[in-house]
């Protein structure tokens, strides 16, 4: 139970996030804009419950700046875009990885495990699988008073099924269903309720496209994907009626690879992200029917997500600012051995994310194994802070067929 005040200052963070709208002392200026105190912009990221579930899980795809909408299909494609599978050059693959969090504030026992893999049924069908698991280590709960009272160990998961189809030679879509548990602080008492585990059901639906680019003396595919990922129901960890909303989110990506010769290729890709969960409202009239909760989070889930693309304070402006961006490039050499590095922005008044990556990866028969670091660019703290992780990929249709040519 070491450092548990850091770790019960961590889950009172996440928990406030989901249920609670934070004071930011923002006022509108005399053109109707947020600021803070000191002038500038305030502060007003939007907040879900669950954000497990938007964590870039797959290494190969962490030391590319998280891009992997339309990057080359492996089993990680359940996270990104599903519809990804019915591209891929086996029939089997499996991957499992495991990344530490909050490694740099000396928690050694907070970790994502995350498993995956699909089967090609035939050239035009596949079906996936995914395992999303997020432990926050062990918890010593506290009264008001500061007194121990019993240890408790918080995890949440997700288990993931889809069914991708080619409905052209170009193009696929998916399909994809989850059962989505949130156990933070079950059976503790906060102001007199219950806490107990979230439940949660979603859905992904996600489209590629794919096309050889003619170039001369080099082969050459472009792949557009578009993914919205985590539509579903409302999610609450008491009675209250008061439910917060899953991290639904917009991705759309674009990759080029380049076979340069037979032994070199490079892949240069991007993704722009958008959450489709209501921006917080920040005002003296965000409860207009006076019941206590703030009139954006009675929105059903799926009327928050048209009504995302128009809802910021700041108008398009600010919706503009709610985008956030992947880019990425990968160099293969003879499809055994791989350096990545990649960017990821996110603009300051919606959490400020800024860190580059770099990632190496090494392929062998039916073995793969990837590596990615994360570097801030900012003095703001990331959980993957100088944190090593990786990941293991099985591609069982390699070996059938390597078994079958001797």
């Known amino acids: 139970m070491k450092n548990f005040t850091l770790r019960l200052a961590m889950l009172m ?20 804009k947020l600021r803070n105190l000191d002038g500038t912009p305030c502060n007003n990221a ?21 891009v992997g909408i339309a990057l080359s299909p492996d089993a990680n ?23 530490p ?15 995956t893999g699909y089967y090609k049924m035939n050239d035009l069908q596949a079906i996936g699988f995914g395992l999303r698991y997020f432990s926050l280590g062990s918890i010593q709960f506290t009264d008001a008073n500061g007194e121990p009272l ?35 602080a079950a059976g503790q008492q906060v102001q007199g309720e219950t806490i107990e585990a979230g439940l949660a059901g979603a859905a992904d639906i996600s489209f590629t496209y794919r096309t050889p680019i003619e170039m001369e003396n080099k082969e050459s595919n472009l792949t557009m994907g578009l993914a919205i990922t985590n539509l579903g129901s409302k999610i609450t960890y008491t009675n209250s009626l008061n439910r917060d909303f899953l991290p639904a989110n917009l991705g759309l990506g674009a990759a080029w690879e380049i076979e340069l010769d037979d032994y070199n290729s490079i892949t240069f890709a991007s993704d722009i992200n958008k959450l489709l969960a209501p921006t917080p409202c920040q005002g003296n009239d965000c409860d207009q029917d006076g019941d206590g909760i703030f009139d954006y989070k009675e929105q059903s889930g799926i009327s928050a997500v048209f009504s995302s693309f128009g809802d910021a304070p700041e108008g398009f402006a600010e919706e503009l600012r709610e985008l956030m961006y992947s880019f990425g490039v990968e160099y293969w050499y003879d499809k055994q051995f791989a350096v990545r590095a990649g960017y990821y922005n996110e603009h300051s008044q919606k959490g400020g994310r800024k860190f580059l990556t770099v990632g190496l990866g090494l392929k062998y028969n039916i073995f793969g194994l990837n590596f990615s670091y994360l570097i801030p660019t900012t003095s703001q703290q990331n959980p993957l802070d100088n944190t090593l992780r990786f990941s293991l990929l099985f591609d069982f249709g390699a070996f059938a067929s390597g078994s079958g040519d001797e």
């Open 150 to 184: 019993n240890t408790g160990k918080p995890n949440e998961f997700e288990i993931a099924a889809s069914y991708a189809r080619k409905l052209s030679d170009k193009f696929s879509a998916a399909v994809t269903g989850k059962f989505i548990y949130s156990n933070l």
């Open 77 to 99: 494609a359940m996270h990104f875009n599903s519809s990804k599978l019915v591209f891929a050059e086996e029939d089997l693959g499996i991957s499992a990885t495991y990344t």
């Open 101 to 115: 969090w909050l490694r740099s504030l000396g928690l050694n026992d907070v970790y994502l495990a995350y498993l």
């Open 13 to 32: 963070i996440i928990v406030s996030g989901f249920s609670t709208d934070i004071d930011a002392q923002c006022f509108f200026d005399q053109d109707g």
């Open 46 to 66: 939007v907040l879900t419950a669950v954000p497990f579930l938007r964590i870039a899980p797959s290494a190969r795809e962490g030391g590319m700046g998280d």
